[in-house]
């Protein structure tokens, strides 16, 4: 996808991403894959619709053309995915939350994307931000219209931008923390001596 021209896969989906033991994801299954033209006139490839429900683009589904940003669509409803916890389609759920990316993209513009949040993520200021960031890129990818998708690249640098936030603001988190447990410690012991603050600072005995 980041070639050029670029491999469109056509099935970018969670079983088709692979994650390594340092925790790097690698695409797989490469068997409906297409190399982008080179012809620099041509917007796209003309092909039969290929691919797993839920995933595919509309705009592919109804023209039958095919281009890079038909992976980017595809990649939207995975970022839902894992935010979520849930299938792209859950048949057996209420009416409106039947397709997972359209219920969650509605919570995060009803300002309650922690709804959408899988359960068994673990819920904080941080992950809540992350949260939010990644169902709006998600949002971005899942445009209607291909020309307002971000690239694959495009993707792929702001989800550095808030895997980067998100340490800075651990970090931050961490040294908060870190602060105010030395100063309940100084406290405890300020009131185990009973330390008065005055010129004449002295100590009881209990």
Not at 33 to 58: M, N
Not at 148 to 166: A, H, N, Q, T, Y
């Amino acid at each position: 996808m980041y070639m050029d021209p670029p491999i469109i896969h056509r099935d970018v989906k969670a079983s088709n991403i692979l994650i390594t033991e340092k925790l790097r994801a690698k695409v797989a299954d490469f068997g409906l894959a297409r190399i982008a033209t080179e012809d620099p006139g041509a917007t796209h490839i003309s092909t039969q619709v290929k691919g797993t429900a839920g995933y595919l683009d509309p705009e592919y589904l109804k023209t039958y053309q095919l281009t890079p940003k038909s992976d980017v669509y595809s990649f939207g409803v995975l970022l839902v995915e894992l935010i979520t916890g849930r299938h792209p389609l859950e048949p057996k759920r209420p009416l409106k939350e039947k397709v997972t990316a359209k219920w969650a993209l509605q919570r995060l513009k009803g300002g309650d994307a922690v709804v959408a949040m899988d359960p068994r993520l673990q819920r904080s200021p941080a992950s809540i931000m992350v949260v939010e960031k990644v169902l709006k890129l998600a949002r971005q990818c899942l445009a209607p219209q291909r020309q307002s998708r971000p690239s694959m690249k495009e993707c792929g640098e702001v989800l550095w931008r808030i895997r980067k936030d998100f340490r800075e603001n651990l970090s931050h988190t961490a040294s908060a923390s870190h602060y105010s447990e030395n100063m309940d410690v100084r406290m405890i012991n300020r009131n185990m001596f009973e330390i008065e603050d005055s010129e004449n600072c002295r100590f009881r005995s209990a």
